[in-house]
């Protein structure tokens, strides 16, 4: 009898230490780890408006929004940027601010379009449909293995006029133009820059009206005499869904 009682009183500790083992995980669950590898199966244009879809119905909903509904903490997201919209729920109820959406407003739609696309990262932007020159939000998306997460998402003012010299894009890298190859098109300059520490994002270059600092630090507008095949650049415009509207290109010695 005193064997069977230990026995059981060793069986009901071991009990025990498993049931605080797993209350202590559950409540160190949140944040998530920024190193736990996250996301779904899929096309990444499609993730990104099962996602937006989701995000937007919550909003329009009378009862309920994405934060109480746990969208943030969808797989589909990066750990990093489920621990980045964590933080700012405090603002969207103080002030409505929606980091996914960029807006105060709740748009009836949306509407998408890739903007950078390899492999490894796609970027898709999100503009709100019925709107006309605003906010819009530019989604990040990395892969591993078969899976894609959204790693994140930025506000861009696009086609806003700059606001006290700044820019909504501004980034160094190297221009090209006849090089390009197909789906892009050669008869604009796109800059090649890196962008979290990878290196091979492109975007195409409007840049009617933009000035360039080139030889010498003099300044005048900006055309194929003065910009050259993998020059090094600084350029700063407006990012809009076609590609970045120049207002300065500087030369990088």
């Not at 390009?180 to 890196?194: A, M, T, V």
């Not at 003065?226 to 407006?238: A, F, P, S």
Request: glycine share 8%.
């Amino acid at each position: 009898m005193r064997k069977k009682f230990i026995l059981s009183g060793l069986i009901g500790l071991a009990i025990l230490v498993m049931l605080l083992i797993r209350l202590l995980s559950n409540e160190t669950s949140n944040p998530v780890n920024s190193e736990e590898l996250r996301g779904v199966t899929g096309e990444p244009q499609d993730i990104t408006i099962d996602f937006y879809d989701a995000w937007l119905d919550a909003r329009k909903s009378t009862s309920s929004n994405p934060y109480t509904l746990g969208l943030v903490n969808t797989q589909a997201l990066s750990a990093a940027l489920v621990n980045k919209l964590n933080q700012t729920e405090k603002t969207f109820n103080e002030n409505g601010f929606d980091p996914v959406l960029c807006q105060t407003e709740v748009p009836e739609a949306f509407r998408s379009k890739i903007i950078f696309e390899n492999d490894q990262e796609v970027q898709i932007m999100i503009l709100p449909k019925g709107k006309g020159v605003g906010v819009q939000s530019v989604v990040s998306l990395k892969s591993h293995n078969e899976f894609w997460e959204i790693s994140d998402i930025a506000c861009s003012s696009g086609e806003q006029a700059p606001d006290q010299g700044e820019f909504s894009f501004e980034r160094e890298g190297f221009l090209l133009k006849q090089s390009i190859k197909p789906p892009l098109d050669n008869n604009y300059w796109h800059l090649i820059f890196e962008q979290d520490n990878v290196l091979g994002h492109t975007v195409p270059l409007f840049i009617d009206g933009g000035i360039c600092q080139i030889n010498g630090g003099l300044e005048e507008n900006c055309s194929d005499k003065v910009l050259g095949e993998t020059m090094k650049v600084i350029v700063k415009g407006d990012m809009t869904e076609a590609g970045v509207n120049v207002k300065k290109i500087e030369l990088v010695k």
